[in-house]
């Protein structure tokens, strides 16, 4: 059992939290708000603020906005120290009918920035390259998805990779990419997105390697 720490709790902190909870892992939802809005959530999920999860869990996902995810986790800085920082968002800026538009980095990746900004935190990037839906449930797919792998610390990849395994996550769908670095291809990734879901609607897919 892995003592894990989410935050943000939109819909992909909320399903991350509810499949990692029944996959028997001890789970916090970060709110930046009052835990009593967190009320007919999961009862097998704890709910603190972001500060208080990020402090007594030892893996943190991040699932904030990308955009403003790098400041926000920079004043964690202190509480993240020592631990996984999983970062699954993509920072871009909304078009004009809301769907992501450009990057909001676009000579490197939010990962590499947090990792910068948090030198004693070992930060992995993963599951940013699909719809919220397909990161707990990829057996729905009809075509085998992939979830990349990015990250420095190649201990912290493992345990990700494990806890991708909780998630429904098979081996083989696992592409480690190498370095942090690696992430800057698959934040780019998200540009595709927004084309597809205009021509097919809000259905689920990923952006997976054929082989």
Same mark, same amino acid.
């Given at each position: 059992?892995?003592?894990?720490? *989410?935050?943000?709790?939109?819909?992909?902190?909320?399903?991350?939290?509810?499949?990692?909870?029944?996959?028997?892992?001890?789970?916090?939802?970060?709110?930046?708000?009052?835990?009593?809005?967190? &009320? #007919? &959530?999961?009862?097998?999920?704890?709910?603190?603020? !972001?500060?208080?999860?990020?402090?007594?869990?030892?893996?943190? *996902?991040?699932?904030?906005?990308?955009?403003?995810?790098? $400041?926000?986790?920079?004043?964690?800085?202190?509480?993240?120290?020592?631990? *996984?920082?999983?970062?699954?968002?993509?920072?871009?800026?909304?078009?004009?009918?809301?769907?992501?538009? $450009?990057?909001?980095?676009?000579?490197?990746?939010?990962? $590499?920035?947090? !990792?910068?900004?948090?030198?004693?935190?070992?930060?992995?990037?993963?599951?940013?390259?699909?719809?919220?839906?397909?990161?707990?449930?990829?057996?729905?797919?009809?075509?085998?998805?992939?979830?990349?792998?990015? #990250?420095?610390?190649? !201990?912290?990849?493992?345990?990700?990779?494990?806890?991708?395994?909780?998630?429904?996550?098979?081996?083989?769908?696992?592409?480690?990419?190498? #370095?942090?670095?690696?992430?800057?291809?698959?934040?780019?990734? *998200?540009?595709?997105?927004?084309?597809?879901?205009?021509?097919? #609607?809000?259905?689920?897919?990923?952006?997976?390697?054929?082989?």
């Amino acid at each position: 059992m892995t003592n894990i720490g *989410i935050l943000g709790a939109g819909r992909v902190g909320a399903n991350l939290a509810h499949k990692f909870a029944a996959a028997g892992h001890r789970v916090t939802l970060g709110h930046r708000s009052s835990p009593e809005d967190a &009320a #007919g &959530a999961d009862p097998r999920v704890s709910f603190a603020d !972001q500060r208080t999860t990020a402090r007594n869990a030892d893996v943190v *996902i991040n699932a904030t906005p990308g955009d403003t995810a790098l $400041e926000r986790l920079s004043d964690l800085r202190a509480e993240l120290a020592g631990k *996984i920082l999983v970062d699954v968002s993509n920072a871009t800026r909304d078009a004009d009918d809301g769907l992501p538009g $450009e990057l909001v980095y676009r000579d490197g990746s939010l990962a $590499e920035r947090l !990792q910068a900004a948090l030198p004693d935190t070992r930060v992995v990037k993963t599951l940013n390259t699909m719809l919220f839906m397909v990161m707990t449930a990829p057996e729905t797919l009809a075509t085998p998805p992939t979830a990349y792998l990015s #990250g420095d610390d190649e !201990q912290a990849k493992e345990i990700m990779a494990g806890l991708l395994g909780d998630l429904g996550w098979r081996p083989e769908w696992i592409e480690d990419l190498g #370095g942090i670095g690696t992430a800057r291809a698959t934040e780019a990734m *998200i540009l595709v997105v927004p084309h597809i879901m205009r021509r097919h #609607g809000f259905r689920p897919f990923a952006v997976a390697i054929a082989r």
